[in-house]
């Protein structure tokens, strides 16, 4: 047998060969076998790659090049062995409309020829066989997408004549413009950031060219044919790894990654898809794809072939829902990567899986104390956030400070101030993820995803950079259900430089701690005391009226005593630091208890000599103090008996005595001599710190006690924001008299009034909680809500006891004009005499000069003494009586012209 070389061609360094074979026989030549398979990517106008039928192991795979064409080349990226090149006119165009007729569909190919290389050619149909199906590289030539090698022909030929027809048709390349048909492919991206900005999140067209992996591609981005890598966020499949001469390394290869590799592939390799570019890993781009026959993120997944990652799941565009749903049906199913996966959180009763409760405590940044409704406390943490903490790098404790986590830890307490005012005495609902066990030293800790509303609270700390999301290894179950929106938030977080994240804007807390050190207390109490009203963070609660405080304003922290009552302690421990505890007092846990849940207003009064502040303190615009006497876990005191607070003290106690609550429980009170009470009758005096608001023209007075003042501003907000919220319709409400309604005042402001007389659109009101009467339009009034309707007036209506005024109206001006200096807008201290037709007739004293504002008004002559017989009286009336003689004397204003008393004689007609 010879053989004989017919012709080389070289053409742009590749070499064919031309072969033909001499047979000395004479044996008929053996027509060439058909076979059959699937087209797994076209290279080129002329080649394509032909997957065979698999038979126990990979498909192989063959490359076909159409025998007597050429196509045009296509560009090639810059390797280490080759330099970068550039499209030949028509070559994208000859390789897409191949590649739109036969990828990943099923082909008959014949293999003409082969070289000593192994190249093989041949030609490809399209149909059930040879004779009927369609010949692809007829077809190319037809189309003027290839070049038909003329030298390589003999005799007449049918691709001779399809070409000219081409040409004389000017079809694809024979028709010119060649400048027109070179793409400029873009191989780098120089600024990736900018790139995904630039896309917004927005479906990009894009042909997928080689599969690195089964989750790594690179494709060719349309228009403007972007080369890029892009990983499939949320997802990692095994990989290949690679040898010193960087080819894949079988023998180190992860499980499963020529499968993965292949599933991925087979389906997308040469596709139309689109893509969603997320974001940006070293000089990969990370993103989704979007193909019609369905989602390949989640099919990897399903079959066991990928594993979600938390680092990009967080971008996914649609959520991550689908991708760990599909990640748990393989679990389940123990499917390949997952073979002998087995669950790891812990079994949960569920009656214990979701409860809900009331906040009492924030433990730093990561973990509640919650009241459930049955009475009991429970602490839980957060799932999957860990709160601010020290670098690694710091040392915790620093020599020679006293190291306070709380406010030395950066982030730290903004972290804890972010739940304490948004959590505190809120109701919330947790659903328990996990339970951590206990390890290190460290209890047992029930994980949850705590919600407030439709508001996630962990989501929300991790968003404004105060947590950060633990991550865990791929086969640990036990995270928060929540898990992948605490990742996106965190995203967000970073992009935005909130909380932890920015480094430049590390917040730095410098306290004072003045607790127990009496040099430090004397120098900031001027400062309390000057602010007044003064709001602090309850640190601790050592018992029922000891608290530690937080002032914010003067960044200390301070020892404080409930004032005006006596309260018993709670078990504590032994003074010394020696170990053990000291026994509580009775009662004394349920008071320690119950100011845990209450406190968290703030007023610092005075200071002992311990160091110790001594003051009153407010929950919700109520008396800490009178909340304790109230519930009978505390007595009132004596220092109580100087204060403003006295009378709702004593008032409170009286109450629980009567109720035997808790200390009272064993009170018996002591038999009156009832002899004593009806033979002695002596004046009452208790007087109360008031505010005159009103002092009408009858001499009536209105006033609020200074004791409701925290109440009454407490409600008007309520009211306004009420009203601001949901403005009333004008004219939906219909005043009648005696109503309690709302009504706006000239102000613009809506207060709480009583309608006294309606006439056609004019209505007379009162305004209850402040005196003052005004005739308005019935549009300004409105239904009062029934939220606010319970409070009592806080405008007490008060006539000057033993007094009236005269018959004179000129005298009567000076009267009240001078009654309104002396009480309009300053304290003055108030004292019921009596009530007389459902009246109470008071005795008014100014509260800095303690002068009797009555008798002021009768020694300038200006009011007229009335007279009572009571014995308990005689004192006051007596000095009252010597106030009005000497005016008399003096002539003064109603007695300028003699005793006008005289016209009250009973032949006149009047009644003493």
């Given at each position: 047998m010879a053989l004989s070389t017919l012709r080389a061609v070289s053409r742009r360094g590749h070499v064919t060969y031309l072969l033909r074979q001499a047979q000395d026989t004479m044996a008929a030549p053996q027509p060439p076998q058909v076979c059959r398979g699937i087209v797994k990517q076209v290279l080129s106008g002329d080649a394509v790659i032909v997957r065979g039928q698999p038979k126990g192991g990979p498909p192989p795979e063959r490359q076909i090049n159409f025998s007597n064409v050429v196509a045009p080349r296509t560009a090639r990226r810059a390797t280490a062995n080759a330099p970068e090149t550039v499209d030949e006119p028509y070559g994208w165009e000859s390789r897409e409309h191949l590649r739109k007729k036969v990828i990943g569909k099923e082909v008959l190919f014949t293999v003409e020829t082969k070289t000593p290389t192994g190249r093989?050619?041949?030609?490809?149909?399209?149909?059930?066989?040879?004779?009927?199906?369609?010949?692809?590289?007829?077809?190319?030539?037809?189309?003027?997408?290839?070049?038909?090698?003329?030298?390589?022909?003999?005799?007449?030929?049918?691709?001779?004549?399809?070409?000219?027809?081409?040409?004389?048709?000017?079809?694809?390349?024979?028709?010119?413009?060649?400048?027109?048909?070179?793409?400029?492919?873009?191989?780098?991206c120089e600024n990736m950031r900018s790139f995904v900005d630039k896309a917004r999140g927005k479906p990009i067209d894009a042909i997928v060219e080689h599969v690195r992996d089964g989750s790594t591609i690179r494709c060719f981005l349309l228009p403007d044919f972007h080369y890029i890598t892009l990983m499939i966020s949320g997802i990692r499949c095994p990989m290949n790894k690679l040898d010193s001469e960087g080819k894949p390394d079988k023998s180190n290869s992860e499980p499963f990654a020529d499968e993965a590799r292949f599933y991925t592939e087979s389906r997308l390799l040469q596709r139309d898809i689109q893509v969603i570019l997320?974001?940006?890993?070293?000089?990969?781009?990370?993103?989704?794809?979007?193909?019609?026959?369905?989602?390949?993120?989640?099919?990897?997944?399903?079959?066991?072939?990928?594993?979600?990652?938390?680092?990009?799941?967080?971008?996914?565009?649609?959520g991550p829902e689908k991708l760990r749903s599909s990640e748990k049906q393989a679990k389940e199913k123990q499917l390949r990567l997952w073979t002998d996966y087995k669950p790891t959180s812990l079994s949960i009763a569920d009656k214990d899986k979701e409860f809900t409760g009331k906040v009492v405590e924030v433990v730093n940044g990561d973990a509640l104390v919650v009241k459930r409704q049955d009475g009991t406390n429970k602490k839980i943490f957060l799932?999957?956030?860990?709160?601010?903490?020290?670098?690694?790098?710091?040392?915790?404790?620093?020599?020679?400070?006293?190291?306070?986590?709380?406010?030395?830890?950066?982030?730290?307490?903004?972290?804890?101030?972010?739940?304490?005012?948004?959590l505190i005495g809120q109701k919330v609902q947790a659903t328990v993820d996990y339970i951590q066990p206990a390890q290190n030293n460290f209890p047992e800790k029930t994980c949850c995803t705590v919600r407030i509303g439709d508001v996630n609270v962990g989501e929300a700390m991790v968003s404004k950079g105060y947590a950060t999301v633990i991550r865990y290894r791929q086969d640990d179950d036990q995270r928060a259900s929540c898990y992948d929106d605490l990742l996106s938030a965190e995203a967000k977080a970073i992009k935005s430089l909130k909380g932890i994240h920015n480094k430049k804007e590390?917040?730095?807390?410098?306290?004072?701690?003045?607790?127990?050190?009496?040099?430090?207390?004397?120098?900031?109490?001027?400062?309390?005391?000057?602010?007044?009203?003064?709001?602090?963070v309850v640190e601790f609660v050592a018992s029922g009226s000891r608290v530690r405080l937080f002032i914010p304003r003067e960044t200390c922290l301070i020892t404080f005593l409930l004032g005006g009552i006596s309260c018993p302690r709670a078990t504590r421990p032994a003074p010394g630091g020696v170990g053990g505890t000291l026994p509580g007092e009775p009662y004394g846990?349920?008071?320690?208890?119950?100011?845990?849940?209450?406190?968290?207003?703030?007023?610092?009064?005075?200071?002992?000599?311990?160091?110790?502040?001594?003051?009153?303190?407010?929950?919700?615009?109520?008396?800490?103090?009178?909340?304790?006497?109230?519930?009978?876990?505390?007595?009132?005191?004596f220092t109580a008996e100087s204060s403003k607070f006295y009378h709702l003290l004593t008032t409170a106690q009286e109450s629980a005595k009567e109720k035997k609550l808790n200390v009272w429980a064993n009170f018996v009170e002591e038999e009156k001599d009832e002899k004593v009470e009806d033979t002695v009758s002596e004046r009452k005096v208790d007087y109360k710190p008031m505010l005159i608001t009103v002092v009408s023209r009858e001499g009536t007075l209105f006033g609020q006690y200074c004791s409701d003042g925290p109440a009454l501003e407490q409600m008007m907000e309520n009211l306004r924001s009420e009203f601001a919220n949901k403005p009333p319709l004008g004219g939906a409400y219909n005043p009648k008299r005696g109503d309690?309604?709302?009504?706006?005042?000239?102000?613009?402001?809506?207060?709480?009034?009583?309608?006294?007389?309606v006439t056609g659109s004019n209505v007379s009101v009162r305004y209850i909680d402040y005196g003052n009467k005004e005739v308005t339009q019935a549009v300004k009034c409105a239904s009062l809500p029934a939220s606010f309707s319970s409070p009592g007036a806080y405008a007490h209506e008060l006539h000057l006891a033993l007094v009236k005024l005269?018959?004179?109206?000129?005298?009567?001006?000076?009267?009240?004009?001078?009654?309104?200096?002396?009480?309009?807008?300053?304290?003055?201290?108030?004292?019921?005499?009596?009530?007389?037709?459902?009246?109470?007739?008071?005795?008014?004293?100014?509260?800095?000069?303690?002068?009797?504002?009555?008798?002021?008004?009768?020694v300038n002559g200006l009011l007229l003494l009335d007279e009572r017989k009571d014995k308990r009286f005689q004192s006051l009336?007596?000095?009252?009586?010597?106030?009005?003689?000497?005016?008399?004397?003096?002539?003064?204003?109603i007695w300028q012209y003699g005793d006008v008393t005289d016209d009250d004689a009973h032949e006149f007609g009047m009644e003493r």
């Amino acid at each position: 047998m010879a053989l004989s070389t017919l012709r080389a061609v070289s053409r742009r360094g590749h070499v064919t060969y031309l072969l033909r074979q001499a047979q000395d026989t004479m044996a008929a030549p053996q027509p060439p076998q058909v076979c059959r398979g699937i087209v797994k990517q076209v290279l080129s106008g002329d080649a394509v790659i032909v997957r065979g039928q698999p038979k126990g192991g990979p498909p192989p795979e063959r490359q076909i090049n159409f025998s007597n064409v050429v196509a045009p080349r296509t560009a090639r990226r810059a390797t280490a062995n080759a330099p970068e090149t550039v499209d030949e006119p028509y070559g994208w165009e000859s390789r897409e409309h191949l590649r739109k007729k036969v990828i990943g569909k099923e082909v008959l190919f014949t293999v003409e020829t082969k070289t000593p290389t192994g190249r093989e050619y041949g030609a490809i149909y399209l149909g059930k066989d040879v004779a009927t199906g369609e010949n692809v590289t007829e077809t190319m030539v037809a189309d003027g997408l290839v070049s038909v090698r003329r030298e390589s022909i003999r005799g007449e030929s049918r691709l001779v004549d399809l070409e000219e027809a081409a040409r004389t048709q000017s079809k694809g390349k024979w028709a010119g413009s060649d400048a027109k048909h070179v793409r400029n492919v873009k191989w780098t991206c120089e600024n990736m950031r900018s790139f995904v900005d630039k896309a917004r999140g927005k479906p990009i067209d894009a042909i997928v060219e080689h599969v690195r992996d089964g989750s790594t591609i690179r494709c060719f981005l349309l228009p403007d044919f972007h080369y890029i890598t892009l990983m499939i966020s949320g997802i990692r499949c095994p990989m290949n790894k690679l040898d010193s001469e960087g080819k894949p390394d079988k023998s180190n290869s992860e499980p499963f990654a020529d499968e993965a590799r292949f599933y991925t592939e087979s389906r997308l390799l040469q596709r139309d898809i689109q893509v969603i570019l997320e974001t940006f890993n070293n000089n990969n781009f990370v993103g989704s794809i979007i193909h019609p026959n369905g989602n390949i993120a989640e099919a990897l997944l399903r079959e066991g072939f990928a594993r979600c990652v938390d680092w990009s799941i967080a971008t996914v565009t649609g959520g991550p829902e689908k991708l760990r749903s599909s990640e748990k049906q393989a679990k389940e199913k123990q499917l390949r990567l997952w073979t002998d996966y087995k669950p790891t959180s812990l079994s949960i009763a569920d009656k214990d899986k979701e409860f809900t409760g009331k906040v009492v405590e924030v433990v730093n940044g990561d973990a509640l104390v919650v009241k459930r409704q049955d009475g009991t406390n429970k602490k839980i943490f957060l799932s999957s956030v860990r709160p601010p903490r020290l670098p690694d790098s710091e040392t915790p404790r620093p020599p020679g400070k006293n190291f306070r986590p709380l406010y030395d830890i950066p982030w730290l307490f903004e972290a804890r101030e972010f739940l304490r005012k948004k959590l505190i005495g809120q109701k919330v609902q947790a659903t328990v993820d996990y339970i951590q066990p206990a390890q290190n030293n460290f209890p047992e800790k029930t994980c949850c995803t705590v919600r407030i509303g439709d508001v996630n609270v962990g989501e929300a700390m991790v968003s404004k950079g105060y947590a950060t999301v633990i991550r865990y290894r791929q086969d640990d179950d036990q995270r928060a259900s929540c898990y992948d929106d605490l990742l996106s938030a965190e995203a967000k977080a970073i992009k935005s430089l909130k909380g932890i994240h920015n480094k430049k804007e590390t917040p730095i807390h410098r306290v004072a701690d003045i607790s127990s050190d009496v040099g430090k207390a004397k120098g900031f109490l001027p400062f309390l005391q000057r602010a007044g009203r003064t709001e602090g963070v309850v640190e601790f609660v050592a018992s029922g009226s000891r608290v530690r405080l937080f002032i914010p304003r003067e960044t200390c922290l301070i020892t404080f005593l409930l004032g005006g009552i006596s309260c018993p302690r709670a078990t504590r421990p032994a003074p010394g630091g020696v170990g053990g505890t000291l026994p509580g007092e009775p009662y004394g846990e349920e008071a320690l208890a119950l100011t845990k849940s209450l406190v968290l207003q703030r007023e610092v009064d005075s200071m002992d000599k311990g160091g110790n502040f001594i003051g009153w303190l407010h929950v919700d615009n109520k008396n800490l103090s009178v909340l304790l006497v109230e519930e009978g876990l505390s007595t009132v005191h004596f220092t109580a008996e100087s204060s403003k607070f006295y009378h709702l003290l004593t008032t409170a106690q009286e109450s629980a005595k009567e109720k035997k609550l808790n200390v009272w429980a064993n009170f018996v009170e002591e038999e009156k001599d009832e002899k004593v009470e009806d033979t002695v009758s002596e004046r009452k005096v208790d007087y109360k710190p008031m505010l005159i608001t009103v002092v009408s023209r009858e001499g009536t007075l209105f006033g609020q006690y200074c004791s409701d003042g925290p109440a009454l501003e407490q409600m008007m907000e309520n009211l306004r924001s009420e009203f601001a919220n949901k403005p009333p319709l004008g004219g939906a409400y219909n005043p009648k008299r005696g109503d309690l309604c709302a009504a706006q005042f000239v102000d613009g402001l809506w207060y709480r009034a009583k309608v006294e007389k309606v006439t056609g659109s004019n209505v007379s009101v009162r305004y209850i909680d402040y005196g003052n009467k005004e005739v308005t339009q019935a549009v300004k009034c409105a239904s009062l809500p029934a939220s606010f309707s319970s409070p009592g007036a806080y405008a007490h209506e008060l006539h000057l006891a033993l007094v009236k005024l005269s018959k004179d109206d000129d005298y009567i001006e000076d009267a009240l004009t001078l009654l309104m200096s002396e009480t309009m807008e300053q304290e003055v201290l108030v004292n019921r005499e009596y009530r007389n037709q459902g009246q109470d007739f008071v005795n008014i004293q100014r509260a800095d000069t303690k002068a009797d504002v009555a008798r002021t008004l009768l020694v300038n002559g200006l009011l007229l003494l009335d007279e009572r017989k009571d014995k308990r009286f005689q004192s006051l009336v007596s000095d009252y009586r010597s106030a009005q003689e000497e005016a008399k004397r003096k002539h003064l204003n109603i007695w300028q012209y003699g005793d006008v008393t005289d016209d009250d004689a009973h032949e006149f007609g009047m009644e003493r």
